[in-house]
């Protein structure tokens, strides 16, 4: 399968940006998106990005890509305790999506 | 609105017992649905996809199995559970919403094999 990979951790103060990473291999790939979540719940899609942008923003949220280096960054403007959660990047080849294995995020008040 | 529904939400079972988790799916008609295991602190392994009713694609050798006897209806089996087999299985469905594949999860299964 395709490789996406992340940071494990991330700690951050609240009212800080926090930055996620991921890369992933399949250039061929149309579409990446962000996912979310919170301890013992199942994933909420935060946003996806089209391959042929560079960046969209969402309220607080803000995603980069840049595909020469197949890197794409989710970016939290005013980390709130709330934000607190697995950050899952993944991309669509063909029928399946592959996931990165997570970003826990850990905010502190 | 489309709602995905898991259950059971938690289930401990012996070692070389069978297993059924079913999940469905509302407000939608010819999902693709997926089965997806995650172990404690790690990211999702695919384990099944389905195009359509009886169309399975298994991604990994394992003692599971999964059906979709109906549209909206993904069942994952076992006949005999091993420890290994332990985490938190996600259902999940996708969709094409404004020429984008779209996937949307379910709240999960957690399984505990002692």
């Known amino acids: 399968g395709e490789d996406v990979e992340q940071s494990l951790f991330l700690s951050v103060r609240e009212g800080d940006s926090s930055v996620i990473n991921c890369t992933y291999t399949d250039s061929s790939s149309t579409y990446l998106y962000w996912y979310k979540q919170e301890p013992g719940a199942g994933l909420q899609l935060l946003t996806y990005i089209f391959s042929n942008m560079d960046m969209k923003q969402d309220q607080r949220l803000t995603v980069l890509l840049n595909k020469k280096d197949k890197h794409l960054s989710l970016r939290i403007a005013d980390t709130q305790t709330g934000d607190s959660a697995i950050y899952f990047c993944?991309?669509?080849?063909?029928?399946?999506?592959?996931f990165g294995s997570g970003t826990k995020l850990n905010v502190k008040p | 609105s489309q709602t995905i529904h898991q259950w059971p939400a938690t289930l401990v079972q012996p070692v070389g017992s069978p297993l059924s988790l079913e999940c469905t799916v509302e407000g939608t008609s010819n999902p693709n649905l997926y089965w997806y295991r995650q172990a404690a602190g790690r990211g999702l392994q695919l384990l099944f996809y389905?195009?359509?009713?009886?169309?399975i694609s298994s991604e990994v050798p394992q003692n599971l199995s999964a059906s979709r006897p109906q549209d909206r209806q993904f069942i994952l089996s076992s006949k005999k559970l091993l420890l290994s087999d332990s985490g938190f299985y996600l259902c999940?469905?996708?969709?094409?919403?404004?020429?984008?594949?779209?996937?949307?999860f379910g709240p999960g299964t957690r399984l505990l094999v002692l």
């Open positions: 389905s195009v359509g009713i009886g169309q």
């Open positions: 999940a469905w996708s969709t094409l919403e404004r020429d984008v594949e779209t996937q949307y």
């Open positions: 993944a991309e669509r080849s063909f029928n399946k999506f592959y």
